[in-house]
């Protein structure tokens, strides 16, 4: 996709008529469908499939690998509504799909915004997840990890509204999601294998690079992101982050496991949505929580 094209896909709504710029994330799903197809219509080599979740852009022509991605973040994002936001009888979160766009040319996904670094990322300001399918340098596994953690930044973008979080909490989820594998079309969770290696090399005796959970739940992206006085790197931060979710959600039945630590996530964004404040959510989900015996039962999980 050329770059005017790209550019053309965000302002056409505002070129018409000249007419002020329309708010893309509040758009219905029938004007989406509508823009979707002019872009088509007009850049050759793209194909738009409409699924039950997602609006869905190719610029290749395997369509059953289009819908498996669709069928993959359809299923996470569900998944991630029951976990934090339990649907209620006759209730349904209604929203217009958000658009996947799927890229084989590591240019396109370059010209969208993309780097050399993810796979996939979102686009808050119309509502779209990018991934790069095509990803011969991380594999298949690293492309669906990366598009299943993207569909959990996708759902607390738009089920909470803008704000910023407290990295514990959404990167921290973004990592566990992105564990879940996929059997007879059912996720399954799991914890990541390689974050667990990773904290058991990080909390040997005598290594100095770890982050006490009491500092993790107080970093703010900067020192989650590896700009830390710990010197422990991004990286490292991130498997524990990640590493920890996997246990509140998977180590309930380990040694002096606690029930009420299993609400942590869920309180926080309860709080979060009200507040808007990652300080008093964070609060709110750690009352009366013993930050200590917590850390004990999680490494003993992962060792």
Not at 257 to 269: G, N, S
């Amino acid at each position: 996709m050329r770059l005017p094209a790209l550019i053309l896909l965000a302002l056409l709504p505002a070129l018409v008529g000249f007419q002020a710029p329309v708010d893309l994330r509040k758009e219905t799903s029938e004007a989406r469908e509508q823009r979707l197809k002019a872009l088509v219509a007009t850049e050759s080599g793209w194909k738009l499939e409409v699924a039950d979740d997602y609006f869905v852009l190719r610029d290749f022509a395997d369509a059953k690998l289009a819908r498996e991605l669709a069928e993959r973040a359809a299923l996470v994002l569900r998944q991630v509504e029951r976990d934090l936001d339990p649907p209620k009888p006759d209730t349904k979160w209604e929203r217009t799909r958000s658009t996947l766009y799927l890229y084989s040319s590591e240019p396109n996904y370059r010209t969208a915004g993309g780097n050399g670094v993810d796979s996939a990322f979102w686009r808050t300001s119309d509502a779209s997840l990018h991934l790069y399918v095509s990803d011969a340098t991380h594999g298949q596994r690293v492309v669906e990890r990366a598009l299943q953690s993207v569909v959990v930044a996708e759902y607390i973008d738009l089920r909470g509204g803008p704000g910023g979080h407290a990295p514990w909490f959404l990167n921290g989820l973004q990592m566990h999601y992105s564990s879940y594998t996929l059997k007879a079309k059912k996720l399954v969770p799991a914890r990541r294998d390689d974050f667990v290696q990773l904290v058991r090399e990080m909390t040997k005796p005598g290594f100095d690079c770890y982050v006490p959970l009491e500092r993790l739940f107080r970093f703010e992206s900067g020192e989650y992101n590896g700009n830390n006085d710990l010197h422990v790197d991004g990286g490292e931060v991130w498997a524990e982050g990640g590493s920890l979710h996997d246990f509140l959600r998977l180590g309930t039945k380990t040694d002096g496991f606690q029930p009420r630590w299993a609400d942590i996530p869920r309180l926080y964004w309860t709080e979060w949505k009200s507040s808007h404040d990652p300080a008093i959510a964070t609060k709110l989900a750690l009352e009366g929580v013993d930050l200590a015996a917590l850390e004990r039962a999680w490494l003993a999980w992962v060792r």
